[in-house]
């Protein structure tokens, strides 16, 4: 098995299965593959008429019959090499879908959420609807605290102009991104967009996590973990793909993309993680007081001491209730 260490890790041009021996055991903060579909996908132009001339070859696919062998095997190394707590995102079509969660289910790992990606240009059919939609199987690793930045894209206070949470939006579990539209340049067959992979690396690592590709394709995942300050390794089947990327990931400044994400728009994000100290649930109490005697509404007064408190609405109406004060009674 060829590999090549750039970018603070090292990529391998070889079968993840057999190969993902020589990552440690419980040493990868998360996992974002795409494995093969098992739907023939090495042949799939010549059913729906698709124009392949600027993609790369190469493709591996697996045999239908091989199927669950395969994703056994595979989903066995990646939940040996997570560490606990560590989580991976798997993206499958429908067809081969229970092979996936049945090779889960027999490793230790723990489904978080089932997420479903809906995007543009489905395959078109006359006889049965369009299928527009991949899953995303969201799972981790018991036995340590599992990274989710819940506050890293929008605050819980920031409001769309029609007053809906931007927040709660963004988390929903069906997730509307669009594919890459790449006229005349040279791609993978099958390439996530770097949307859907930079929501994933944000909501569920920090800067220098070790992130792993175990099918790296157009290498997708290592750009977007690379631009995102986070560290890479990953496995690539085909000489012929991995070669066609190689470089190009090399000559990849770390962190490019750090400049261009969105920063939400309150500068500090509540603090609703931290317990309350004594202290601060006194310092509450009496400032709540002070707002109310002078006249304030409820919602003017949750207002005012999310600001002074540097916390969430509803950490600030739990910890009220909590003092003993129902918001909104007179004082």
């Known amino acids: 098995m060829r590999s090549v260490a750039i970018q603070g890790g090292v990529f391998y041009n070889g ?12 040493s990868i903060d998360l996992i974002i593959t ?21 993609v790369t070859g190469g493709y591996v696919e697996i045999r239908a019959s091989d199927y669950e062998r395969f994703s056994r095997e595979w989903i ?41 990606w809906r995007y543009n240009f489905g395959v078109f059919t006359s006889r049965k609807y369009v299928s527009s ?19 890293c894209r929008f605050v819980f206070s920031e409001k769309n102009e029609d007053g809906r949470s931007l927040n709660y939006q963004d988390r929903e579990d069906v997730w509307i991104i669009n594919r890459e539209y790449k006229p005349g340049r040279v791609k993978n067959k099958n390439e996530l967009p770097l949307a859907l992979l930079t929501k994933i690396i944000q909501y569920s690592s920090n800067e220098r996590d070790m992130i792993c590709d175990l099918f790296l394709g157009g290498f997708s995942t290592a750009r977007a973990a690379i631009g995102l300050n986070r560290q890479v390794t990953g496995f690539e089947l ?17 962190g490019f993309m750090m400049d261009s994400i969105r920063v939400p728009e309150q500068e500090n994000a509540p603090l609703t993680r931290r317990p309350w ?7 509450l109490r009496s400032r709540y007081h002070e707002l109310a005697v002078a006249g304030e509404k409820k919602k003017n007064i949750t207002l005012i001491l999310q600001s002074e ?5 509803w950490s600030i109406e739990k910890t009220l209730r909590r003092a003993g004060i129902k918001p909104g009674e007179k004082q």
Do not use: W
């Open 15 to 26: 079968d993840c299965i057999a190969g993902s021996q020589v990552i440690p055991d419980n």
């Open 34 to 54: 795409d494995p093969p579909y098992g739907i023939q996908g090495d042949t799939l132009h010549r059913h729906y008429n698709r124009d392949e001339s600027f």
């Open 76 to 116: 066995e190394q990646a939940a040996r090499i997570l560490r606990p707590g560590g989580s991976i995102y798997i993206v499958s079509g429908y067809t081969n879908l229970v092979q996936i969660l049945s090779a889960l289910h027999q490793t230790c790992l723990e489904e978080v959420n089932h997420l479903v």
């Open 133 to 151: 939609h991949y899953h995303i199987l969201y799972y981790a690793k018991p036995g340590g605290k599992r990274t989710f930045n819940a506050e």
């Open 238 to 254: 085909s000489p012929e793909m991995f070669d066609a990327r190689i470089e190009e990931i090399a000559a990849l400044k770390t």
């Open 277 to 283: 100290s004594p202290e601060e649930i006194d310092l």
């Open 309 to 313: 408190f540097n916390r969430g609405h």
